[in-house]
């Protein structure tokens, strides 16, 4: 009897309590995502792309219909947030990479906030280490990280974008000299066609891998 008094208040005592799971946060609607945006712009430190930059890679995969994505340099998620609105409506997948620990952390709180961690994944670390293991192919590169590296990036990352697919790099106008190696082998490499946008004073290249 004793024992199934105790099993009885166990049993009250589990329904009375709060869940310890907290409950899966509802994704963000387009327009609720594109305020989200507008607030974490510009935050010190976190080198967000342009406004402007974001809306093209946004507009970009959802012109190419583009499904797999890889992004070089995370920071906060700024640039991986549009990327990964237009990859829910596309119904692709994006992985970000990003070496600082206290940037990875904040991308993270940005995905789980906006509903959008089902979409992009995290990888910390290293991207020179990391992308060697990463299985092709990928239909776009995007690449926001260390200016000096954009060519080893680059020579890494070329044979596993599927032909057809493009490459994009942030900061070839701001940054020219830093990447002068980049720009001469995505302008001069026999597979890939480069055009340099100008929408914002950063700039981007925007390279396709000719179909074979």
Do not use: C
């Not at 049993?11 to 509802?26: E, G, H, M, V």
């Not at 974490?40 to 190419?64: A, K, S």
């Not at 980049?182 to 001069?188: C, D, I, K, S, Y």
Request: no cysteine.
């Amino acid at each position: 009897m004793k024992k199934l008094l105790a099993l009885a208040l166990l049993a009250a005592a589990a329904l009375a309590s709060p869940s310890r799971t907290a409950p899966a946060q509802q994704p963000l609607d387009d327009a609720a995502l594109r305020a989200y945006l507008d607030r974490m712009h510009g935050r010190p430190g976190m080198m967000n792309v342009p406004r402007v930059d974001g809306e093209f890679l946004h507009d970009f995969i959802l012109e190419h219909n583009y499904q797999r994505v890889l992004e070089i340099g995370a920071s906060n998620g700024y640039s991986a947030l549009w990327m990964g609105m237009a990859l829910r409506r596309a119904g692709g997948q994006l992985i970000t990479l990003e070496i600082d620990a206290r940037r990875a952390a904040l991308a993270r709180q940005n995905f789980q906030k906006t509903g959008l961690d089902a979409v992009i994944e995290l990888r910390e670390g290293d991207a020179l280490k990391i992308i060697p293991d990463l299985d092709g192919p990928f239909d776009l590169v995007f690449i926001d990280a260390w200016k000096e590296d954009y060519i080893r990036y680059l020579e890494m990352v070329l044979p596993k974008v599927r032909p057809g697919g493009a490459i994009v790099a942030h900061n070839v106008l701001s940054h020219a000299r830093e990447m002068q190696d980049f720009l001469e082998a995505v302008q001069n490499h026999p597979e890939l066609e480069t055009r340099i946008d100008r929408r914002s004073s950063a700039g981007l290249s925007i390279t396709l891998k000719r179909p074979r």
